[in-house]
């Protein structure tokens, strides 16, 4: 273990490692120790001309989109075997890629293997319906592939994300380019040949590495891509919105978030506390979930604030491939400096900081950063607004309920979020009135793979997961056959 990521590594497309066509490399870090974990081929935008090519002709020529929906299927738990088989070595892989716990790792790689079984169950059970038109004749629908499908994915769950997009969009018969973030893209690289000896016919799966800017819009903008799923940032999202507008592209977005944590009074506050800590720096608070924001009510702030620091004094931080770490270092040193900027912002606009991460310990490689608190932070202030996507956590306090809706609304985003009540009626008052995807009441969990997932407003468009992921790589064809 371990020995398979200092080297060099190749895209994947039509069945075997692609080297492309410039001769570059980039240097993939690992950020536990700040140096090169391994180096990985820097495709251009000839390169991905000809994977897209590779792409549209395995669609074309229907050698997986005209197999039988229980073939696919079959082929897909063979997938999800095969990924359960690795799975230590893809959760090593993983953690010393992005620099989180291997234990988070190892669950993520397994539950990449459900999301396959639960689109190969998926595929040849959807089907499309007859309709009784007026005019004489059969009228029904068809569910049919969308094409070639351009996933995107991020950092922060490389492989988990990856699945995520992956296992719908094969399922429905799809070919299928992923261009993995550059930090992080080796484990998805390893699905090739996996889903090579699960039988999914070359040129069907490809992966493509180099940057965003050249590589991701290069796909973006290819004419013969049908549909892109991107995960990333608001901005990103945005710019690549307005590239797929050129050839009317199906594009759907998952984006940033900063979603609310919402604590009535009547609570256990210090389980609360705990499970704050939980949703708010797992990852490092690398999550577009996480719960960086509390709104607790004013008769318990004092108490609950308390709890939350020495909850996140408690957390043990350090070397990610150690089973007992529950957080590990963030994955860049820009990206520290990123967060660390804003704290420094935090402090400025007034915020008073009651856990610094300058008090903790850290390991002195790597790009460790402790958790940080803030409290009575001005309602305009950046850190209260902007997603920090670092161990950073807000509480501001509210009197009402129509007040914590406020403060939990005012907000770019809507991603998820939590409320904690024992009051039912309240509870789902407040899940029902926040404007977020998903809510979820008196827990912190909001991602199931059975269950739809995506964000309101700037958070995203459409929805993953569930059935309603299915949606985004099918197009719905209607045929009318005339009796008379
Ligand atoms: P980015 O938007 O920077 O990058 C995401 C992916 O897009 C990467 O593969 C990147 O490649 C690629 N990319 C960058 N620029 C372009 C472009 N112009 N055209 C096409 N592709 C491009 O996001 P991060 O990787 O920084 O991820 C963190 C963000 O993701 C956070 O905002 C977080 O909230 C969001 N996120 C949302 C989730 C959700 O489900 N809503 C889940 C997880 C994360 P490269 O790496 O080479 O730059």
């Not at 490399?25 to 140096?35: H, I, K, N, S, T």
């Not at 016919?201 to 819009?217: A, H, K, L, S």
């Not at 940080?372 to 305009?380: E, Y």
């Amino acid at each position: 273990m371990g020995m398979q990521a200092e080297r060099r590594w190749s895209a994947w497309v039509n069945g075997s490692e692609y080297a492309g066509t410039g001769g570059r490399l980039f240097d993939v870090e690992e950020p536990a120790v700040g140096r090169t974990l391994a180096q990985v081929v820097k495709l251009n935008e000839e390169d991905v001309g000809y994977a897209v090519g590779v792409a549209s002709g395995a669609f074309e020529d229907g050698r997986w989109a005209n197999v039988s929906a229980t073939a696919r299927g079959k082929a897909l738990l063979k997938l999800a075997q095969r990924i359960r088989d690795s799975a230590r070595n893809l959760a090593e892989l993983e953690t010393r890629q992005v620099g989180k716990p291997i234990s988070d790792a190892y669950d993520e790689v397994m539950t990449a293997a459900d999301c396959f079984e639960f689109y190969a169950g998926a595929a040849n059970k959807v089907h499309g319906h007859t309709i009784p038109v007026s005019a004489p004749g059969l009228d029904y629908t068809l569910r049919v592939p969308v094409g070639v499908v351009a996933l995107i994915v991020p950092w922060n769950f490389p492989f988990l994300i990856t699945a995520w997009k992956v296992a719908p969009a094969l399922a429905m018969g799809n070919s299928v380019i992923v261009k993995p973030a550059s930090l992080t893209p080796i484990t998805a690289l390893i699905l090739g040949p996996l889903a090579q000896a699960a039988g999914v016919p070359d040129g069907v799966f490809n992966v493509i590495t180099g940057p965003g800017r050249e590589v991701g819009e290069a796909l973006v903008k290819d004419p013969r891509v049908d549909k892109i799923a991107f995960t990333g940032e608001t901005s990103t999202g945005s710019r690549i919105l307005q590239l797929a507008a050129a050839d009317i592209k199906r594009v759907s977005l998952e984006l940033g978030g900063k979603s609310p944590t919402i604590v009535f009074a009547d609570v256990d506050v210090d389980r609360v506390a705990q499970l704050t800590v939980q949703s708010a720096y797992a990852n490092g608070g690398q999550d577009c979930c996480a719960r960086s924001r509390v709104l607790v009510h004013e008769s318990i702030a004092e108490e609950y604030q308390e709890s939350l620091v020495e909850h996140a004094r408690r957390l043990k931080i350090g070397d990610p491939l150690d089973p007992d770490v529950q957080m590990g270092p963030l994955v860049s040193a820009a990206h520290r400096q990123r967060i660390q900027a804003f704290i420094r912002d935090g402090v400025a606009e007034g915020a008073q900081l009651v856990l610094d991460p300058q008090t903790i310990d850290l390991p002195e490689a790597g790009h460790y950063l402790g958790p940080a608190v803030f409290v009575k932070p001005p309602d305009d202030a950046r850190i209260v607004r902007e997603e920090i996507f670092g161990p950073v956590t807000t509480v501001q306090t509210f009197r009402t309920e129509d007040e914590a809706i406020r403060l939990a609304n005012a907000t770019d985003y809507g991603l998820s979020g939590s409320v904690f009540s024992r009051d039912l009626g309240q509870a789902l008052r407040v899940a029902h009135r926040v404007r977020s995807g998903t809510m979820s009441v008196n827990s912190i969990k909001s991602v199931h793979l059975e269950s739809p997932f995506g964000g309101f407003k700037k958070s995203g468009l459409g929805r993953e997961l569930g059935v309603e992921a299915l949606d985004l790589y099918t197009e719905v064809k209607n045929v009318f056959v005339g009796l008379d």
